[in-house]
């Protein structure tokens, strides 16, 4: 075989050429530490690592949203925290108030103190982030979500309720593929939607039938539900004097040193006069047809004038503004008035603190699911965390060069060049004139 001396350099040129692009691609990979520096040196391993890359990234995002989520509803914890102790104080005082050897003006300083209750109320229910958004106000964040009536002043007076401005969205943050965390609170939740009495009815004094007030000294407990089926169904079916506002009323009679009492449904008795013992239970059941059995409860205290009556209503929302309102008005009335006994008062004071209690219960629930969202935040971050890693492993394997055997091959790449260029000089220096 003849090989000619082009052939020659020409096939010398393009082995070194080859040989110093292998170096050249060694040592690149050297300097930046990855064994795929383009899609071609490894198409499959490329296309995945192209994936896990942007798994990672959005992992990374969803890690930064689960931290903002956090710090979000830590704000929010906090305010209810201090809601709750906010609440536990008014209703400290509330009790100590309803001791009637008060005097007024020991009532009016108590009244003086839930005013300013009042003010730190409204200060946490318009309580911002720091962007300046409400925390309380739904999805609409730039705009406060309660005032006062236009005739309302603090002090000395609250003569009208708070309004709210917000709605009852909740703005959602997503903190993984599949779980979008509320990071606020729809003040209509928490302040406005809190039931009455017991949550399910209200009991309240509603005056002797002789005109005025209660004129003994009974007094009505909030009452207890035994069966909520059968109350929704008796409030549903039962054919009410007043459909749109359905009421239970117990009016007592006294003649001959004996107390009885009957439920009214109206002006209309339906049951027959029953005898009355103090503290004992007064089942809500009707036995005039329809009878019917609300599965219901309550107990009243004390002696009962003749005539004097007490309601059963179906518990509708209060605003807990209204109901630190309220307080503040009870506290304000003179006592020992026909138009306002130390009967009536503790009937008042006991309804309101009812209300309180079932305000408190209201800021409990709200903060225990706040509570549950962030530890579901603390598990989501420790998922995140360990994906991460994951990720990170999986593309290091990928991706990141072995350099003991690069530095091994770069070695015998740059041997083998310094061979072909040796070689080359030796053979190109040969020719049939050399021994002529």
Same mark, same amino acid.
């Given at each position: 075989?003849?090989?000619?001396?082009?052939?020659? =350099?020409?096939?010398?040129?393009?082995? &070194?050429?080859?040989?110093?692009?292998?170096?050249?691609?060694?040592?690149?990979?050297?300097?930046?530490?990855?064994?795929?520096?383009?899609?071609?040196?490894?198409?499959? *391993?490329?296309?995945?690592?192209?994936?896990?890359?942007?798994?990672?990234?959005?992992?990374?995002? =969803?890690?930064?949203?689960?931290?903002?989520?956090?710090?979000?509803?830590?704000?929010?914890?906090?305010?209810?925290?201090?809601?709750?102790?906010?609440?536990?104080?008014?209703?400290?005082?509330?009790?100590?108030?309803?001791?009637?050897?008060?005097?007024?003006?020991?009532?009016?300083?108590?009244?003086?103190?839930?005013?300013?209750?009042?003010?730190?109320?409204?200060?946490?229910?318009?309580?911002?982030?720091?962007?300046?958004? =409400?925390?309380?106000?739904?999805?609409?964040?730039?705009?406060?979500?309660?005032?006062?009536?236009?005739?309302?002043?603090?002090?000395?007076?609250?003569? *009208?309720?708070?309004?709210?401005?917000?709605?009852?969205?909740?703005?959602?943050?997503?903190?993984?593929?599949?779980?979008?965390?509320?990071?606020?609170?729809?003040?209509?939740?928490?302040?406005?939607?809190?039931?009455?009495?017991?949550?399910?009815?209200? *009991?309240?004094?509603?005056?002797?039938?002789?005109?005025?007030?209660?004129?003994?000294?009974?007094?009505?407990?909030?009452?207890?539900?035994?069966?909520?089926?059968?109350?929704?169904?008796?409030?549903?079916?039962?054919?009410?004097?007043?459909?749109?506002?359905?009421? /239970?009323?117990?009016?007592?009679?006294?003649?001959?040193?004996?107390?009885?009492?009957?439920?009214?449904?109206?002006? *209309?008795?339906?049951?027959?006069?029953?005898?009355?013992?103090?503290?004992?239970?007064?089942?809500?059941?009707?036995? &005039?047809?329809?009878?019917?059995?609300?599965?219901?409860?309550?107990?009243?205290?004390?002696?009962?004038?003749?005539?004097?009556?007490?309601?059963?209503?179906?518990?509708?929302?209060?605003?807990?503004?209204?109901?630190?309102?309220?307080?503040?008005?009870?506290?304000?009335?003179?006592?020992?008035?026909?138009?306002?006994?130390?009967?009536?008062?503790?009937?008042?004071?006991?309804?309101?603190?009812?209300?309180?209690?079932?305000?408190?219960?209201?800021?409990?629930?709200?903060?225990?699911?706040?509570?549950?969202?962030?530890?579901?935040?603390?598990?989501?971050?420790?998922?995140?965390?360990?994906?991460?890693?994951?990720?990170?492993?999986?593309?290091?394997?990928?991706?990141? /060069?072995?350099?003991?055997?690069?530095?091994?091959?770069?070695?015998?790449?740059?041997?083998?060049?310094?061979?072909?260029?040796?070689?080359?000089?030796?053979?190109?220096?040969?020719?049939?004139?050399?021994?002529?």
């Amino acid at each position: 075989m003849r090989i000619s001396t082009n052939q020659i =350099y020409d096939q010398t040129a393009a082995s &070194v050429s080859r040989s110093q692009s292998d170096l050249y691609k060694l040592q690149s990979q050297l300097a930046s530490g990855r064994r795929i520096l383009s899609p071609a040196d490894d198409p499959v *391993a490329a296309s995945r690592a192209l994936v896990l890359t942007q798994s990672l990234e959005v992992n990374t995002q =969803y890690a930064e949203n689960q931290s903002t989520a956090s710090s979000q509803l830590g704000l929010v914890d906090g305010q209810l925290s201090s809601l709750t102790d906010l609440l536990q104080n008014v209703r400290e005082k509330v009790v100590q108030a309803g001791n009637t050897v008060l005097s007024s003006s020991d009532r009016q300083a108590i009244a003086t103190e839930l005013e300013a209750r009042f003010g730190e109320l409204m200060g946490i229910a318009n309580s911002q982030n720091g962007a300046g958004d =409400y925390l309380f106000s739904g999805y609409q964040g730039a705009t406060q979500p309660f005032a006062l009536g236009a005739a309302a002043a603090i002090p000395p007076a609250i003569t *009208a309720p708070a309004t709210y401005s917000g709605d009852d969205g909740q703005r959602l943050l997503q903190v993984s593929a599949s779980r979008q965390m509320a990071i606020s609170v729809a003040g209509s939740d928490l302040f406005m939607n809190a039931k009455e009495g017991n949550g399910t009815f209200v *009991a309240a004094t509603s005056g002797n039938t002789g005109g005025g007030i209660n004129q003994g000294t009974a007094t009505i407990g909030a009452g207890s539900v035994l069966d909520p089926q059968k109350w929704v169904s008796g409030l549903n079916s039962y054919p009410w004097a007043v459909p749109a506002s359905p009421e /239970l009323k117990i009016q007592f009679s006294v003649a001959a040193g004996a107390t009885t009492y009957q439920l009214f449904n109206g002006a *209309a008795p339906v049951t027959a006069a029953l005898s009355f013992t103090p503290g004992q239970a007064i089942p809500l059941v009707t036995t &005039v047809a329809p009878a019917t059995d609300f599965g219901g409860q309550v107990v009243v205290d004390g002696q009962p004038a003749n005539g004097d009556t007490f309601s059963i209503n179906p518990a509708a929302n209060q605003s807990l503004f209204q109901t630190v309102e309220n307080l503040i008005g009870i506290m304000k009335q003179p006592l020992g008035t026909p138009a306002y006994s130390n009967t009536e008062f503790t009937n008042a004071i006991g309804a309101q603190m009812t209300n309180l209690d079932q305000a408190l219960s209201n800021v409990g629930r709200v903060q225990a699911t706040v509570g549950a969202g962030m530890r579901e935040l603390d598990t989501l971050g420790s998922n995140a965390s360990a994906l991460d890693v994951q990720y990170r492993s999986t593309l290091s394997d990928l991706q990141d /060069l072995d350099y003991a055997k690069a530095i091994s091959d770069f070695a015998k790449q740059n041997m083998s060049l310094e061979a072909a260029q040796k070689s080359f000089v030796k053979i190109s220096g040969l020719n049939l004139f050399s021994y002529l």
